[in-house]
């Protein structure tokens, strides 16, 4: 087994890697740079360039599952496609407007309150219809959660994959 020192480290960046989920970062690919760090410390003999590649699989499909379901919230709830457009566009900037507040967990409050207002003012312009409106926004922001958590169990699944890659040689 490599050097506990190290494998430590891995483990610190893993779960930084994770946590920066909530704040809207792509953590999966951090987890991914530092299983791929790791494996290259080892030679690739314990985290193995097939490991790698399910990984990559891993962070991409957590990527397009947390954008297709961001999408989904919203269609579910009758939003226009401008406003699904509003809900990315405004849960962006939210969540670079969250980041100074309550030490970078603003990022994550700012991104799904900025996927709700994106989705609202949008199809409050285009419907002017304050409930439909409402329901456009708590689509779009049930769907950011839901997408959040979805990338998150990937991220745990990542991390666990190369514990037992590492501990099983």
Do not use: C, Q
Request: hydrophobic content about 60%; charged content about 10%.
């Amino acid at each position: 087994m490599m050097d506990y020192l190290i494998f430590f480290l891995f483990i610190l960046v893993a779960f930084a890697g994770l946590i920066s989920h909530v704040f809207g970062f792509p953590g999966n690919f951090i987890i991914l740079a530092d299983s791929i760090l790791l494996g290259w410390y080892s030679g690739f003999k314990e985290v193995t360039i097939t490991v790698l590649g399910v990984l990559l699989a891993l962070a991409l499909l957590g990527e397009l599952v947390e954008f297709v379901l961001g999408i989904a919230g919203a269609k579910k709830y009758k939003s226009s496609n401008k406003a699904v457009v509003g809900s990315i566009v405004f849960g962006i900037i939210g969540g670079i407007l969250g980041i100074p507040f309550f030490f970078g967990i603003g990022a994550a409050v700012g991104a799904f309150i900025g996927a709700f207002v994106g989705a609202f003012l949008v199809e409050f312009l285009l419907k002017k219809n304050v409930d439909r409106a409402v329901k456009s926004g708590w689509g779009a922001f049930v769907g950011r959660l839901g997408g959040t958590f979805f990338k998150g169990a990937i991220g745990i699944a990542m991390i666990v994959i190369v514990i037992v890659s590492v501990v099983g040689n």
